[in-house]
């Protein structure tokens, strides 16, 4: 006999969880699709030498590589020949470049699919993951506009998971390096400072500020002042973001072009409809990553700000120079959602309470088997989620299974009901049943379980 | 610069089969949820131990390992700590066994995920394919009905999959056991000749006629001539499948279980409303493995036969006897939805005009922008699939963006329309143009795109 248990690092739920998961997936889905992005799915694993032109790096020490029986028995030194996807990025630069002619320009894609990482087991932290991705992808330019559009998009999404109040917050880097070129901070420095001030969530002003001043970057006291001054520019409503951008005054014409653009994708988030309590300007977001080069986005919860951003991307210029001579440049966002829904889930934040049958049709006697199937199928027609209780059992047993299964009703005909073309209804939530003629058992099913089929 | 290309033996669609294919998945699955299904997910990769339980076999040959760099690094002899799931069964098992006690039994659940094989590099094998598997699993014991269950699901899903006429055949393993017992076949011997005649389809009969009267079966010929004259037998309507059944003669007490086994199945089809001509008995349907105890199904459209089976499965004894002493019977099929998609394609079965995006709103002016946003929010709150031209460029070029997308309406508002209160739409499948007052809008585009949002 052996064990049965999961590798550590999976998230894996009960059905009960996965069908608040799954509702999760379909809603994003869903929008992204409002929105007119077409699926793109990838296989799990890459060719590795397609996977890791890059190398190097963190990253790469945490690649899980995939092998046959075969592969393995005559392995030979040097990386094996497969390797499974560590984001959704990669393998879109690569199905982008490999399909260039068959795409239409700009290419709109969303992706969600899992992906693997050799991360350090930890509470929260996850080897297999669900991410699920938006890009726009332009061939030769893209215009802002689009990175104007995420928000808007990024709004419809937890507008729709209804998971709480949320800010979505952006940044640009031009903003950020023309105030550095501002201030005198030039060339790599420029990337170290940034990569610094990403960390002010986690190690607080004081030492970024100490940092700062440290061998390698050696700001004056007055330089590192100004930058964190900057870094804790926050707005709150659409005014106040046009106020304080207007407010930080002259820079650099690259300073200049990102507050323009910052104004712009202000102008467009208004003529779209979005509620100004639902983003805002914040000068502290840098985004580690050398990747992107305008607009960047990070999402909070407003009663889960320990959480940290729930979805986040941004602006980047070209997807894939490893693999084709066109330039491609796009913007696009991640949701990580296992761990959102982790984090979520400990929080206390997600009703479990979600039934995923909506019906159990109960058996009283083997005679009136024949009907209780009929009448399960003429449920099931009608477009509920419905089961049938194959044996006759004691009734109270029914109700118990159903209430552990986490059916809401019950429906019953015993010899009575049978012989009068009545069914009887009983709801599990509270209790009460009811009898009703069977013509009515739709309206009467309605009436308790609402449309939400 | 890299080439851009995938290992061999994978399936990955353009955006426009993706579309194809998410449909179908999500076809079956509203299905499987409308039998009271309940979703389960598994990571892809199991420890080796729990998955490869059973030692030998092709099944394990097959197997892809998953390592991560550091476990690469310092690989000793023996078998990686991973391996990737190779189909959903083994999952289910250990899933059940790891969470028996949070479970309701019978416990139906379904799992639709993609599942990886080292198979040999060939023209339609895959060696990562989607399995759509539904089980419902007893705890000590479980109902031959839910047996009878399981065709009224096989045809839900293909009547809503709409791929064409298709027939659900059925046997049973104790009628075939039993009529071997019959002949005096008994003990090993009937699972050689199980697996020989459930080659039948591929040697033809003169083949396995042949084989059977060699060493190792030493049949007569009059036997070998009743077990394919038994294997011919198939139906052709509910009262001709009865009327077979009745004229096999009588057998053992074993052959008498199969044969009421099959009636009563047959009896409940009738019962669900499936139609007659959706469901037959063939009693050359064997199914290779010997974890099948009972009843045993096959799926064939009728227009493809050499397709072969699309939809396979049975009742077996004992789900999980190697990670608990509970005995867990159950009944399943599986889909093997990447080969059947495959297929279809190759014979031109598959309509891929399927359009992600129903509209796009067009740019003309940038004076128009906001215009064109708003209208869009306003679209996608009525829910379409929306996209925003956000560059304002020749409208011919714009109809060519859109045509080759797949868009099917393009929706615009020129300084003319602005003017009026006007909204001109165009469709893309026959050119046809109209002009309609703005409130009109939502009726004009249901009219053209009818209701399937």
Chains 1, 2 share one sequence.
């Not at 990070?298 to 210029?317: F, K, N, V």
């Not at 199928?377 to 118990?400: D, N, P, S, Y």
Request: proline letters at 3%; glycine letters at 10%; one cysteine or more.
């Amino acid at each position: 006999m052996i064990k049965p248990r999961t590798p550590a690092g999976v998230l894996e739920l009960l059905p009960r969880e996965q069908i608040v998961f799954q509702r999760m997936l379909d809603g994003i889905r869903a929008t992204f699709e409002s929105f007119g992005f077409l699926p793109v799915e990838t296989p799990v694993f890459e060719l590795s030498d397609v996977l890791l032109t890059k190398t190097g790096g963190e990253t790469e020490r945490q690649v899980y590589f995939a092998q046959s029986t075969g592969a393995l028995e005559k392995q030979e030194a040097g990386m094996p020949e497969m390797a499974l996807r560590f984001d959704l990025t990669v393998p879109l630069a690569r199905y982008v470049a490999e399909h260039e002619h068959d795409l239409a320009f700009p290419f709109r894609r969303y992706q969600m699919q899992r992906v693997y990482r050799g991360e350090r087991a930890q509470r929260g932290r996850f080897r297999e993951f669900y991410q699920c991705d938006i890009d726009v992808i332009g061939k030769d330019a893209l215009s802002p506009r689009y990175d104007a559009e995420i928000p808007a998009i990024i709004h419809a999404v937890f507008e729709k998971l209804a998971i709480g109040e949320f800010t979505i917050q952006f940044n640009h880097r031009k903003l950020l390096r023309g105030f550095f070129e501002g201030l005198g901070i030039e060339g790599e420095r420029q990337d170290l400072v940034l990569r610094e001030l990403d960390k002010l969530d986690k190690r607080g002003e004081d030492a970024v500020r100490a940092t700062l001043m440290e061998e390698g970057f050696e700001l004056s006291a007055d330089t590192a002042d100004r930058l964190l001054a900057f870094s804790r520019v926050r707005s709150t409503g659409h005014a106040d973001a046009l106020a304080k951008l207007d407010a930080l005054g002259a820079g650099t014409p690259q300073f200049e072009e990102g507050r323009q653009a910052l104004r712009d994708t202000l102008g467009q988030l208004q003529a779209m409809g979005i509620p100004e309590s639902r983003y805002a300007i914040n000068l502290s977001i840098a985004r580690g990553l050398d990747y992107y080069t305008g607009i960047v986005y990070e999402t909070m919860l407003d009663a889960h700000p320990q959480i940290g951003s729930i979805c986040s991307g941004g602006r980047y210029e070209d997807l894939a120079s490893h693999y084709t001579k066109s330039k491609l440049p796009g913007v696009g966002i991640s949701i990580g959602l296992s761990r959102l829904f982790w984090q979520l889930r400990e929080a206390g934040a997600l009703a479990m309470t979600a039934g995923g049958v909506d019906v159990l049709v109960a058996l009283l006697d083997d005679d009136g088997f024949a009907d209780a199937l009929a009448l399960s199928q003429r449920l099931r027609t009608a477009g509920w989620k419905v089961e049938t209780q194959m044996e006759a059992r004691k009734i109270a047993k029914q109700f118990q299974y159903a209430d552990k299964a986490g059916i809401r009703v019950v429906v019953l005909r015993g010899e009575n009901e049978r012989g009068n073309d009545q069914v009887t209804l009983k709801d599990l939530r509270n209790g009460e049943q009811q009898t009703v003629a069977l013509e009515q058992l739709e309206p009467a099913l309605h009436a308790i379980l609402g449309s939400g089929k």
